[in-house]
């Protein structure tokens, strides 16, 4: 503002340029708390996002070694899920039996921003789950889902009476024994053929009362994506201990000649043909099984065929010896054992 010679008003000048450095200063202020809120909010966001994400990594982790855990029990296990590393680690707290126990799990799951990579997002949850040890029950020397199962010849035979002993395990030939044969409809001994058991055969109503009764994770077991560690061809035996009863799988439909002779868990997907000179020590799991005259393989455990479906008839003319050998059934079958969660147990702790 100028006076009346036009000069301006002393002091009026540095007043105003003082007003207009504060007014700079108070935006930049206001820039800069208002920058500050946003990123804050918008780490917020992050954090939230991560943490989410953590949690859905946690319960993944979870339901993976869950559903892929068969066999032996991991002491830990870590697995990449998305952004994600999920660790999963296992500690006993109960032995219900011998093949039942009981298990704490315990799942972190992390997800790390780069921006912050000492400060990932984190998550645990937790549950119990059964380990069943003995998946495969002890039912019959052979069970077929067919609607004719017929022993013809002197040397086709299902031998329900346990040949294990003392010697092979301590329980070994101690029990009554299981039934010789199980089908869906007619159960047969013919021209010298042999059905022997407790009860020497039993019949199921139905494909799915059998299959209800085995109560596998057929799905599980026979999907190629499900990693097997011996998937394809057989082990070299002579390289693994004497008393390992492993996991063996084989995709499609199998003529098992002796070159696949072993012991263990041999899961067939297809049909199997079973040929002399084959033996087995153990568990066969077969989507079908399908005879060969006058071939004369030789099983010491247990057969369980027709997974897959209704099997066509079988007939074993001369067609080997299937006996139930208790001892390598409980071998074999800690090499299907798996985890059952207990229901209403998961929970999120952190």
Known sequence: MSGASGRPVEGRGGFALALVVFLLFAISVAGAVGYQVVNAERELATQNRDAHQALAVARGGMERFVGEQVGAMADTQSYFIGRGLATVTARKVLESDSVNHLYFLRSEGTVTDPRFPDSPASRVVTTYAWHRMAPVPHKAAIMVATPSLQFMGGLSRAWGGDVASPADCPTGGLGPGVAGAIG??????????????????????????????VGLRWDILSDPRFPVEFDGTPPVWSSLPADSFPLVRFIGDLTAT????????????????????????????????????????????????????????????????????????????KALAYLEMVEGTMVEVR
């Open 258 to 333: 002796s070159a696949w002779s072993g012991r263990g868990a041999l899961i067939v997907t297809g049909t199997i043909f079973m040929e002399t000179g084959f033996t087995w020590e153990g568990i066969i799991l077969a989507g079908r099984m399908r005879d060969r005259n006058g071939q004369v393989p030789s099983v010491a455990g247990t057969v369980v065929a027709g997974l897959n479906s209704v099997n066509p008839g079988v007939i074993l003319n001369n067609g080997g010896s299937f006996a139930y050998h208790s001892c390598n059934v409980r071998k074999a079958n």
């Open 184 to 213: 869906v409809g007619m159960v047969a001994a013919r021209n010298g053929g042999t059905l022997q058991g407790n009860p020497p055969s039993r019949t199921y109503g139905s494909y799915q009362a059998m299959y209800d009764s």
